[in-house]
């Protein structure tokens, strides 16, 4: 892998990851625009503990543009995006309406190719493999960054998800704390260990690998199932066999078979409500260890893909249990969405 630093014209950081050496990107950003203004301030919940970002400068964020006027595709004569080359491989750059910015954290968009009208199911094994290594190599330098607590890697997938603009891209977010999910999980995790002197996410992999009925694919060394409590209706969580921190922990067999067991779960997605439905939206999340918080040893690396359509046609809302008191209901059984996902493999 390369990766070339260059400046955009408003100064923000762009980053090219190709898979040849010898590959040059030499482009320059010939935009006149002005430098980013942030708002972004971090408001604590008294009662629940938990942060909130206010950014009111993104309300006039880029919503939903033509295919011919979208900034993540290469640029061309007389139309220049946020990637000044006419062509990349990955390409991760700052937000230009970022959620968290300065000290208060950082945003980052990653695009997986420069084919507009591809998906990430669409990438080679190759391709895939090279937005692993751009993951990875974000979070080692974020890690560097002053005040960034933990680094997450996520992909939103769908208008009906809310995403706003169609080329195939992710984010980066830089959390300047540990987020409320993952202080759950470190919470759970030490209780645990209290109790049992057992990890807490091996004895949940173990579960799964033991029961095989939620299981929906594993290879060597990486495991996919359907959580025992899964909150959607069709989620999957994919661990590395070997248990990490995060994808800076990785082996190089893992980071081999990755893009295999990857590809084949999104792709298994897409045929969960059968021919002819429209492309099944999802999120796909990256937890990883936060970098100095107490049980960073005692986590695991895994990856949660969960798609908001319940059945054909129909969306989970999170109505008045799931936003009003967190409590979810889950209308798909996991072990039926388990067989459902075998059921629809390659």
Same mark, same amino acid.
């Given at each position: 892998?390369?990766?070339? &630093?260059?400046?955009?014209?408003?100064?923000?950081?762009?980053?090219?990851?190709?898979?040849?050496?010898?590959?040059?990107?030499?482009?320059?950003?010939?935009?006149?625009?002005?430098?980013?203004?942030?708002? &972004?301030?971090?408001?604590?919940?008294?009662?629940?503990?938990?942060?909130?970002?206010?950014?009111?400068?993104?309300?006039?964020?880029?919503?939903?543009?033509?295919?011919?006027? +979208?900034?993540? +595709?290469? &640029?061309?004569?007389?139309?220049?995006?946020?990637?000044?080359?006419?062509?990349?491989?990955?390409?991760?750059?700052?937000?230009?309406?970022?959620?968290?910015?300065?000290?208060?954290?950082? +945003?980052?968009? $990653?695009?997986?190719?420069?084919?507009?009208?591809?998906?990430?199911?669409?990438?080679?094994?190759?391709?895939?493999?090279?937005?692993?290594?751009?993951?990875?190599?974000?979070?080692?330098?974020?890690?560097?960054?002053?005040?960034?607590?933990? $680094?997450?890697?996520?992909?939103?997938?769908?208008?009906?998800?809310?995403?706003?603009?169609?080329?195939?891209?992710?984010?980066?977010?830089?959390?300047?704390?540990?987020?409320?999910?993952?202080?759950?999980?470190?919470?759970?995790?030490?209780?645990?260990?209290?109790?049992?002197?057992?990890?807490?996410?091996?004895? $949940?992999?173990?579960?799964?690998?033991?029961?095989?009925?939620?299981?929906?694919?594993?290879?060597?060394?990486?495991?996919?199932?359907?959580?025992?409590?899964?909150?959607?209706?069709?989620?999957?969580?994919?661990?590395?066999?070997?248990?990490?921190?995060?994808?800076?922990?990785?082996?190089?067999? =893992?980071?081999?078979?990755?893009?295999?067991?990857?590809?084949?779960?999104?792709?298994?997605?897409?045929?969960?409500?059968?021919?002819?439905?429209?492309?099944?939206?999802?999120? &796909?999340?990256?937890?990883?260890?936060?970098?100095?918080?107490?049980?960073?040893?005692?986590?695991?690396?895994?990856?949660?893909?969960?798609?908001?359509?319940?059945?054909?046609?129909?969306?989970?809302?999170?109505?008045?249990?799931?936003?009003?008191?967190?409590?979810?209901?889950?209308?798909?059984?996991?072990? =039926? =969405?388990?067989?459902?996902?075998?059921?629809?493999?390659?």
């Amino acid at each position: 892998m390369k990766k070339t &630093s260059t400046r955009l014209a408003d100064g923000r950081e762009l980053l090219y990851y190709d898979a040849r050496d010898d590959v040059v990107r030499d482009a320059v950003d010939p935009r006149p625009l002005d430098a980013v203004s942030t708002t &972004s301030e971090i408001r604590h919940d008294l009662l629940l503990g938990d942060a909130v970002a206010i950014a009111s400068h993104r309300q006039g964020r880029t919503y939903h543009p033509p295919a011919d006027e +979208c900034p993540l +595709c290469p &640029s061309r004569e007389g139309r220049h995006s946020e990637i000044p080359a006419a062509d990349y491989g990955v390409a991760v750059f700052e937000n230009r309406f970022p959620s968290l910015a300065g000290d208060l954290g950082r +945003c980052e968009v $990653v695009c997986f190719t420069s084919d507009h009208d591809a998906a990430f199911a669409d990438l080679t094994a190759e391709q895939a493999g090279l937005v692993l290594e751009a993951w990875t190599d974000r979070t080692a330098d974020l890690a560097e960054v002053p005040g960034v607590e933990q $680094v997450f890697c996520f992909e939103n997938r769908g208008a009906e998800i809310g995403v706003t603009l169609q080329h195939p891209h992710g984010q980066i977010y830089g959390y300047p704390f540990v987020t409320p999910r993952t202080g759950l999980m470190l919470r759970s995790a030490a209780g645990h260990r209290t109790v049992t002197g057992r990890n807490l996410f091996d004895d $949940v992999v173990g579960r799964e690998l033991a029961e095989e009925v939620r299981v929906v694919l594993e290879g060597a060394h990486w495991v996919a199932f359907v959580p025992y409590a899964a909150h959607w209706p069709y989620e999957v969580h994919l661990y590395p066999k070997r248990r990490v921190p995060d994808l800076r922990a990785l082996d190089e067999a =893992a980071r081999t078979e990755f893009p295999q067991i990857y590809l084949e779960l999104l792709r298994r997605f897409d045929r969960i409500f059968g021919p002819g439905e429209p492309p099944t939206p999802y999120i &796909s999340a990256w937890h990883q260890a936060p970098f100095t918080a107490d049980g960073r040893d005692d986590f695991a690396l895994h990856l949660e893909l969960f798609t908001i359509r319940r059945t054909s046609g129909k969306l989970k809302f999170l109505a008045g249990s799931e936003s009003g008191m967190s409590v979810f209901i889950n209308d798909v059984p996991p072990e =039926a =969405a388990a067989e459902r996902l075998r059921e629809v493999a390659s």
